[in-house]
C-alpha cells in the first residue's frame, strides 16, 4: 500500500494523467485542483496524499440539511 508521502513516479503520472508531455500533465493537474511542484526540467511532482485529496474539495462548506429560514 502507498504512503500519502510517497511521490507520483514518472510512469504513473503518465498514467494519472494521460499525458507523456510535462505541460500537458502541469495542465491536467492544475484543471483537477492538484498541488504539485514543476521541477527544473519541466515535470510536475506531487505525492499520493495531494492526489487523493486535492485542494479545492478540502475546504468546501458542508452543504446543509436545513434551509435557511432567515433568507426569506
Known sequence: MRSDHDIIT???MIE?????????????????GIFFIKRPDGYP???????????????QAPISEEPDFGAM
Open 10 to 12: 514518472h510512469e504513473e
Open 45 to 59: 511532482r506531487t505525492t499520493w496524499g495531494h492526489f487523493n485529496n486535492p485542494l479545492n474539495k478540502r475546504f
Open 16 to 32: 494519472l494523467t494521460g499525458y507523456q508531455y510535462p505541460s500537458k500533465q502541469c495542465d491536467a493537474l492544475t484543471r483537477s
